[in-house]
């Protein structure tokens, strides 16, 4: 059976998730997630991937990508082909180690990026592993937030325009008031926020979009178009979201990979 084409657009935002087969470990050690971040910061460069938010799991990870050349596929080919690769070698072992290929969404909107930023940088609380975000090292939570130089394949500045404050030092401590704002929120309340702020947005979209230029995804404004001019609240003219990939799951089931 053929498989589905994945929506590919320049400018594409998406949430982007991988995880073990039957759950299994993906990182045994701290040497394989420091082995895969090269390999991320590899394909960054290669494939002019701009990274703006990741999360390493135990048997999945999170990543916020945004592709200016329509290529997430290909990137993310070489990312989890690598990785892979240099796993099996490392741990004497042969075949699949990832669940199907991966699975993406689009993001479209400054609200419901912010929230996207939010869910990722919080899985290690929600599954019990630190108190806050600043104890999991293997985050891009630190670095957002100013607490920890930046690595070369992780974009700050991005995530941080989005509070619209022209002061990095202000954006970074008020990126740091939003997530902790979301801390005593359990997975499930953390879901119904995504889905809430989903359906707002796509609500927005459908009357700011009718008859104008719908079906047309590289038409409308989105959240790379001008960061720095919008809040972290709201409705704005955005992508219209659409899973994309085999076995691509909605955030409620991206919550479940957690468990």
Known sequence: MARPLRLQFPGGIYHVTARGNDRQAIFADDADRSRFLIVLAFVVERYRVRCHAYCLMGNHYHLLLETPDANLSAAMRQLNGVYTQGFNRRHERCGHLLQGRFGAHVVDGQSYLYEVCRYIVLNPVRAGLVSHPRGWVWSSFRATAGQTPAPGFLTVGWVRALSGLR???AAAQAYVRFIEAGLGDDRDAAVARLESVRARRRRCTSRMSAGSHSGDPTRSRGPSASP???????????????AIGTGARSPRCVSMATR
């Open 228 to 242: 720095a001019g919008h809040r972290w609240s709201g409705c704005f003219p955005g992508r219209r979201l659409a």
């Open 167 to 169: 002061s990095p030092l």
